[in-house]
């Protein structure tokens, strides 16, 4: 725990054996935390430098711990101090970096592979963490196993932070079983979700800065493209809002606060159409069976004029009936 604050473990054992006695000396603290009596002398004086402890003056020499909460509160403070100059810092090269690739862009620097399943993974985790207005995403099969659900922390803190996830999910995404009540739930912690019948691939964008773009199509993604600003970023982020443009959204029907009524059945059909759920998941939500569902989508594809189901759900949206 206090090696968040640059305390090293034998340190904070140390500071918590003496918080628990009040005052000792050397001698019995080695005794309680099971040291030689040299080094816990050491580890004393490192205790005294950093605010921890207080030598006494009095014969023989003894010891106190400093309130914990003061303790704690004036190593956060330090740390923090640290923490905005290292921003600050690198604020400065970043600002450095950016001029020299202005002046003298590299080819072989705006393309690195990304080699490694945890690798790709940890990219991933990072671009989430450093981007600063929003995160751009497609969702499409093969998966390993199942698709991990959003982290309802990670949402609430990009929130925090007033960032927006955007994401564009292939429907045979939808088909994974669970997938559909995750990717709600990711709706209701903030992400903005829609589903094209056209999503390509694989792809992660970082604001306008990285793009993160698995190398093969298989189920693990062990290795990946991590593109910098260019031209191919650019193509990137344009192909993303072409598709975003097209793509149905997400659209539960909205109820006034505290309204507990459900929408009515042929309402919650066009919304399951909309976010095109398989006619299975359609038919386990509403409770009917598959041949029903068939019924009434077929009825509904008549009366639009609509020769596939997802041209179906396209002109749900356009109607503005989901």
């Not at 604050?5 to 005794?31: F, K, M, Q």
């Not at 964008?205 to 693990?220: E, G, H, K, T």
């Amino acid at each position: 725990m206090w090696e968040a604050v640059g305390i090293p473990g034998v340190d904070a054992l140390a500071y918590e054996a003496l918080v628990r006695r009040g005052r000792s000396s050397a001698e019995t603290l080695a005794a309680d935390i099971a040291l030689p009596r040299g080094q816990t002398i050491r580890i004393l004086g490192r205790l005294v430098e950093r605010g921890l402890a207080t030598r006494l003056p009095v014969s023989p020499v003894q010891y106190v711990a400093v309130p914990p909460d003061a303790a704690a509160g004036s190593l956060i403070a330090e740390r923090q101090r640290e923490l905005m100059q290292l921003r600050a810092h690198a604020q400065q090269l970043a600002t450095e970096q950016a001029s020299l690739d202005r002046d003298m862009p590299d080819p072989a620097s705006l393309i690195e592979i990304v080699d490694g399943a945890v690798n790709v993974q940890n990219a991933v985790i990072r671009l989430q963490r450093t981007a600063k207005d929003q995160i751009r995403a497609f969702d499409t099969p093969p998966y390993l196993d199942h698709p991990v659900a959003g982290n309802p922390e990670q949402f609430s803190q990009a929130e925090q932070r007033g960032l927006v996830y955007r994401v564009v999910y292939h429907p045979s995404a939808l088909e994974v079983p669970g997938r559909l009540d995750d990717v709600w739930r990711r709706i209701q912690h903030g992400e903005r979700a829609r589903v094209s019948g056209h999503v390509p691939m694989k792809m992660v964008l970082c604001d306008d800065q990285l793009a993160l773009i698995p190398i093969s199509r298989r189920a693990v993604a062990d290795a990946a493209y991590l593109v910098r600003p260019s031209s191919m970023l650019d193509a990137f982020s344009e192909l993303f809002e072409a598709i975003w443009d097209r793509a149905v959204a997400f659209n539960r029907l909205n109820r006034a606060d505290g309204e507990t009524d459900q929408p009515a059945t042929a309402d919650r059909l066009l919304g399951l159409l909309a976010t095109g759920a398989t006619d299975e998941t359609i038919a386990r939500t509403l409770g009917w069976s598959v041949r029903t569902v068939h019924r009434h989508i077929h009825k509904m594809m008549r009366e639009m004029g609509a020769e596939t189901r997802f041209q179906a759900g396209m002109e749900v949206v356009r109607r503005g009936w989901a």
